[in-house]
């Protein structure tokens, strides 16, 4: 961690005045990491204004799962062999376990960027009959979901605003990103044999399904400020600055 700090000199002095950040988590770290408290300011997510004004209009039909694109940081992770296929391995369950399921399934590919996995090869393997979208709106997609099963990527987030139970196969080891676990707010599936039996607590289990509601909210308190009024809060902190 403390070479981290090296350069947080450079970042807080010869770029920006003021960092805007989601909320106290976001804020902590930057902290420890060596960006002064005065360059901080809370601001919420501007772009997540609308999903939470769309919370209480949702539905219940379909088991989501969303593709995503491999991050610029993971391409070294990913040139290993041994991690593709194991990869590959957790994957396939999810495919496997969902065609297990009396369910309606919907994949919605990222939109950018290909899958390491090929998921249109194991959907024509487990899942022939499934609906695949590749452009689809994500957020219309995720109002409609019952459970989402996403790989790491900013649509936990958006899932978990939505109030949906997220589900996220195990990704990247060692992954710096929003502690979604650590908040009890999703089910990680740790192995690829224990991928049917987590897709059916979050989905059939109430005491599961309560406790990730909870944990939902605990992310949401920790991460997000200013829920729905972030734009506003924005303009706030913009006018601010341009007085002084």
Partial sequence: MEESKKYSKLLSQSFVDKFFIYGDHSKKNLIFHGIPDEQLGISGC?????????????????????????????????????????????????FVALKELNEEIIIKRHPTQKEIIKFQSLANKFLPDVKIYKNKNTYKLLSKAKVVVSMLSSVVTEAIILDKPVIIPRHIKHDFGPPYRATNAVLNIDKPEDALTVIKKALYDDQVKEQLKIGREKFLKEHLEYRGKATEKTVELIKDLLKK
């Fill in 46 to 94: 501007s772009r997540y204004d609308i999903l939470f004004d769309e919370r209480e209009n949702t539905e219940e039909e379909y088991i989501l799962l969303v593709g995503s694109g491999m991050p610029s940081t993971a391409f070294s992770y990913y040139l290993s062999n041994s991690v593709i296929l194991e990869w590959e391995k957790m994957i396939t369950s999810v």
